[in-house]
């Protein structure tokens, strides 16, 4: 049985990332809207999304950085819920994400006119992700070859092609669902990988569900050739 080929074949990589503090630390909310209207990208993402790869073998929706400090260094349990209520997944760029932490913020300063600075030594210090991407040895011209690959890829390249995917390129959704959807005309598949919500799950459930629907297409498609 031979497989659609596709136009370009889906180069897998993977990325090692490296946290460096930075100089910037907020004592309280103002001092943190400051920051966050002027650290870089990387720094808004690395908060946001670190919780997903540092707690891959769990599955509850992960908090955000600025929700953890705002509860446990401000007691704002109001905030600390709104912000931890963002749906990440919702923005497909850091700037529309940045400015939806800002604006809850703002709002909740607005309606709250007191203000609490964090303990000495509990500020929140600001860290930034340096990233570098790396191709890896797994290279797919169909689909069976992607299920193959997909299989042996580590925790760190399927992370890249799921989440960063979205932030790197202001995409609606992951490298996957690009590459089945334009390169290999498979719109179905695409779809049904793009209904996945990656931010409920863990990585490796998040990798055998995706395999799981790899596979189920090669069998339709072997026995609409037989």
Same mark, same amino acid.
């Given at each position: 049985? %031979?497989?659609?080929?596709?136009?370009?074949?889906?180069?897998?990589?993977?990325?090692?990332?490296?946290?460096?503090?930075?100089?910037? !630390? &907020?004592?309280?909310?103002?001092?943190?809207?400051?920051?966050?209207?002027?650290? *870089?990208? %990387?720094?808004?993402?690395?908060?946001?999304?670190?919780?997903?790869?540092?707690?891959?073998?769990?599955?509850?929706?992960?908090?955000?950085?600025? @929700?953890?400090?705002?509860?446990?260094?401000?007691?704002?349990?109001?905030?600390?819920?709104?912000?931890? *209520?963002?749906?990440?997944?919702?923005?497909?760029?850091?700037?529309?994400?940045?400015?939806?932490?800002?604006?809850?913020?703002?709002?909740?300063?607005? !309606?709250?006119?007191?203000?609490?600075? +964090?303990?000495?030594?509990?500020?929140?210090?600001?860290?930034?992700?340096v990233s570098f991407v790396m191709p890896t040895p797994f290279v797919a011209w169909d689909l069976q070859e992607f299920s193959n690959a997909l299989k042996k890829i580590s925790i760190n390249s399927l992370y890249h092609h799921i989440f960063e995917a979205r932030i790197r390129g202001n995409q609606d959704s992951n490298?996957?669902?690009?590459?089945?959807?334009?390169?290999?005309?498979?719109?179905?598949? @695409?779809? &049904?990988?793009? !209904?996945?919500?990656?931010?409920?799950?863990?990585?490796?459930?998040?990798?055998?569900?995706?395999?799981?629907?790899?596979?189920?297409?090669?069998?339709? +498609?072997?026995? &609409?050739? @037989?």
């Amino acid at each position: 049985m %031979s497989l659609k080929k596709a136009a370009s074949p889906f180069q897998f990589v993977t990325e090692v990332s490296l946290t460096r503090l930075t100089t910037r !630390k &907020a004592s309280n909310l103002t001092e943190l809207l400051k920051h966050l209207s002027e650290v *870089s990208g %990387s720094s808004i993402y690395l908060h946001t999304h670190h919780f997903l790869k540092q707690h891959q073998f769990l599955s509850p929706e992960p908090p955000n950085d600025f @929700a953890h400090w705002v509860n446990s260094a401000l007691q704002d349990e109001r905030l600390a819920e709104k912000l931890a *209520s963002i749906d990440t997944v919702r923005f497909t760029t850091i700037r529309s994400l940045r400015e939806k932490i800002i604006q809850t913020i703002q709002v909740h300063m607005e !309606k709250n006119k007191s203000r609490r600075d +964090a303990p000495p030594g509990d500020e929140f210090r600001f860290m930034q992700a340096v990233s570098f991407v790396m191709p890896t040895p797994f290279v797919a011209w169909d689909l069976q070859e992607f299920s193959n690959a997909l299989k042996k890829i580590s925790i760190n390249s399927l992370y890249h092609h799921i989440f960063e995917a979205r932030i790197r390129g202001n995409q609606d959704s992951n490298d996957f669902f690009n590459w089945f959807a334009h390169e290999l005309g498979e719109i179905q598949l @695409a779809q &049904a990988i793009a !209904k996945m919500d990656p931010y409920t799950q863990t990585l490796e459930g998040l990798r055998k569900r995706i395999i799981t629907q790899v596979d189920k297409q090669i069998r339709e +498609a072997e026995h &609409a050739k @037989a």
